[in-house]
């Protein structure tokens, strides 16, 4: 799956999974003159022995919500397994 390319603005950042997914956030204009918008995209490419990948764009909140939830989760995959119990995944 590519992640479109009309109306793309800004670079792009991307980075591969250990899996070999390429995840790649960006920005996209959607809308027109009287009602412009700007998007968020993200595009989860497929892994290399499967035929599967995602592509979503997101307001800058929902964005934003996705961001914190990754860190939170991010921070508690860091901690030590004997410690999982006093942060509760979401």
């Known amino acids: 799956m590519g ?6 603005t800004g670079a ?14 960006g920005l996209i204009a959607v809308g027109d003159a009287q009602r ?3 998007r968020v ?3 989860i490419g497929e892994c290399p022995d499967c035929h599967d990948g995602a592509w979503a764009a997101l ?3 929902e964005a934003r ?3 914190a939830d990754l860190l939170y989760q991010a ?5 030590p397994a004997h ?8």
């Open 65 to 67: 919500q996705l961001a």
């Open 3 to 8: 992640s479109p390319s009309p109306g793309t």
């Open 59 to 61: 307001t800058a909140a």
């Open 41 to 43: 995209t993200v595009n």
């Open 12 to 25: 792009a950042h991307s980075f591969h999974t250990t899996c070999g997914r390429e995840v790649t956030v």
């Open 83 to 90: 410690t999982e119990g006093a942060r509760r995944a979401i």
């Open 36 to 38: 412009p918008a700007r």
């Open 75 to 79: 921070d508690a995959a860091d901690l």
